[in-house]
Each structure stands twice: as structure tokens, then as C-alpha cells.
T-cell receptor
Framework: DAMVIQNPRYQVTQFGKPVTLSCSQT?????MYWYQQKSSQAPKLLFH???????NEADTPDNFQSRRPNTSFCFLDIRSPGLGDAAMYLC??????????????FGPGTRLTVL | AQSVTQLGSHVSVSEGALVLLRCNYSSSVPPYLFWYVQYPNQGLQLLLKYTSAATLVKGINGFEAEFKKSETSFHLTKPSAHMSDAAEYFC???????????FGTGTRLLVSP
């Protein structure tokens, strides 16, 4: 089945130690999103790619960066994780060619713990 | 700017009872609205979407929602709750031209036997 895959599902890192979360998709969608979701809150968009065009949200901290080496893969890099960065990180994709308002497809998420 | 408001952070129902989760939207243009469900430690799954084709939208797992322009609402309903419906539900509106989803704060549905 075509899908959005996130690895690992659970990630533990130490305060200040760089960490990378990965997302891959078999849907061949042009648009990929990274969200941060803290406990009992709605997902918060960090940035998205439209093909290789990177779009950063104005309030996304510089500590968060992303890479998209090809259509299928997208990475979230947290350069110096703080305790406040502990959250669920969700990757999503969208196919703009099938209509501007079609839905986003979400991966299962990576839960990040910062010690 | 588009926004959605979900009334009630928690809704409790008994198994077999009607489920009603409320969502009101604000939009300067005709909105495109979505309901997503999230189970613990999982991503978001689309339940249904409104894209102006029909005001009553049927989704997966027996859920449906009715778009009411006069009330600026898009409430989610299910005639008979099942234990497996216990989850977090998010209403969302897409921001035309910016291709971003704007989420409500979510409603946690609790289903008791």
C-alpha cells in the first residue's frame, strides 16, 4: 500500500545532542510537511516543501532545519534539542495535481523524548 | 484569515449513544473543511472532507458531517458510538493559496461501556 513512513517511531536524545527524524513516502506527492504536536495540542506546522522549494513558518525556531534530497524522502534536523522540543513530530504529504484542497496524508509520527 | 473553533475539549458518551462534535469556522472565502481522527501515538487519519460538492458529507467509520453556511458550522456526528471511536478529533480548514491546514484545538472523545 502507498503510504507515509516515519522512522524511528520513538526517539530518545540528550539535551543538546543533534537528532534527525526521517520521513519517506511511496505516494509520489510533491508537497511534504513537518508538524510538531505537543501533548493535548493541535499539530503546529514547522515547514513544508513544494518539490524542492522550502517554505519555513515564521515562528519556526532556527534550531529546526529540514532536508529533502528527493521526492520520496524528507528529514527533520534538530540541531540542539531542548526539553521543550519533546513532542510528536508528524510528516504529511499532499498531491497538488489532484486539486488544491485535497487532503494531507499523515505518517504515524515520531515521538521524541529529550533527556 | 481562516480559523476553526472546536467547542468542548472533551466529550463523553456511552456506547451506542449519538456522537456530536462541534466545529465552527471563520473564513473570508468559501471554506474547504476536514475532520481528522488521531488515535494514541498515531498520526492523523482523514475522516471526511467538505469541498463544496454536497453539504452532507459521509466519511469512514460511520461518521458524517453537515456543512451549514448560515451557522458557519461543520459538526461531526455518528448515530451510535463504539468503544473504538475513542480518540482525538481535529477539525481543520485549508488556507486557500497557502495550501496549509489550520487546525482546531481538538476534541477528545471518551466512550464508556
Amino acid at each position: 500500500d502507498a503510504m507515509v513512513i516515519q522512522n524511528p517511531r520513538y526517539q530518545v536524545t540528550q539535551f543538546g545532542k543533534p537528532v534527525t527524524l526521517s520521513c519517506s513516502q511511496t505516494l509520489n506527492h510533491n508537497v511534504m510537511y513537518w508538524y510538531q504536536q505537543k501533548s493535548s495540542q493541535a499539530p503546529k506546522l514547522l515547514f513544508h516543501y513544494y518539490d524542492k522549494d522550502f517554505n519555513n513558518e515564521a515562528d519556526t525556531p532556527d534550531n529546526f532545519q529540514s532536508r529533502r534530497p528527493n521526492t520520496s524522502f524528507c528529514f527533520l534536523d534538530i540541531r540542539s534539542p531542548g526539553l521543550g522540543d519533546a513532542a510528536m513530530y508528524l510528516c504529511a504529504t499532499r498531491d497538488p495535481s489532484s486539486g488544491s484542497y485535497n487532503e494531507q496524508f499523515f505518517g504515524p509520527g515520531t515521538r521524541l523524548t529529550v533527556l | 484569515a481562516q480559523s476553526v473553533t472546536q467547542l468542548g475539549s472533551h466529550v463523553s458518551v456511552s456506547e451506542g449513544a449519538l456522537v456530536l462534535l462541534r466545529c465552527n469556522y471563520s473564513s473570508s472565502v468559501p471554506p474547504y473543511l476536514f475532520w481528522y481522527v488521531q488515535y494514541p501515538n498515531q498520526g492523523l487519519q482523514l475522516l471526511l472532507k467538505y469541498t463544496s460538492a454536497a453539504t452532507l458529507v459521509k466519511g469512514i467509520n460511520g461518521f458524517e458531517a453537515e456543512f451549514k453556511k448560515s451557522e458557519t458550522s461543520f459538526h461531526l456526528t455518528k448515530p451510535s458510538a463504539h468503544m473504538s471511536d475513542a480518540a482525538e478529533y481535529f477539525c481543520a480548514v485549508i488556507n486557500p493559496g497557502f495550501q496549509k491546514l489550520v487546525f482546531g484545538t481538538g476534541t477528545r472523545l471518551l466512550v464508556s461501556p
